[in-house]
């Protein structure tokens, strides 16, 4: 089965990421700290569709950090907890 369009077509590079480039395009704050590996947590906050899981999953791809995906719409205290524990 193929993936739907929108994760076919999502960004997978910041070259690829389209706005927000005051934080992201070349030598802005951000995009300085994914490239040399240097980002500390994070947090995303905003609308759906703002792109923040795109670069969530750019900054995965593109730093050798460890990464974990949890949705605050789907995951309890258990799993923030689980997530904390495997980082120990």
């Known amino acids: 089965m193929r993936?739907?369009?929108a994760a076919r077509l999502?960004?997978?590079t910041l070259d690829?990421?389209?706005g927000q480039d005051?934080?992201?395009g070349p030598g802005r704050p951000l995009r300085e700290l994914i490239e040399a590996d240097r980002l500390s947590s994070?947090?995303?906050w905003g609308p759906p569709g703002t792109g923040k899981t795109t670069l969530a999953r750019v900054v995965a791809l593109t730093t050798a950090k460890a990464f974990e995906e949890l949705s605050a719409v789907t995951a309890g205290v258990k799993d923030v907890?689980?997530?904390i524990e495997r980082a120990r």
Request: charged share 20%; no cysteine; proline share 11%.
């Open 3 to 5: 993936a739907p369009l």
């Open 10 to 12: 999502r960004p997978r």
């Open 16 to 18: 690829e990421v389209v």
């Open 22 to 24: 005051h934080l992201v």
């Open 42 to 44: 994070v947090i995303l």
């Open 81 to 83: 907890r689980a997530v």
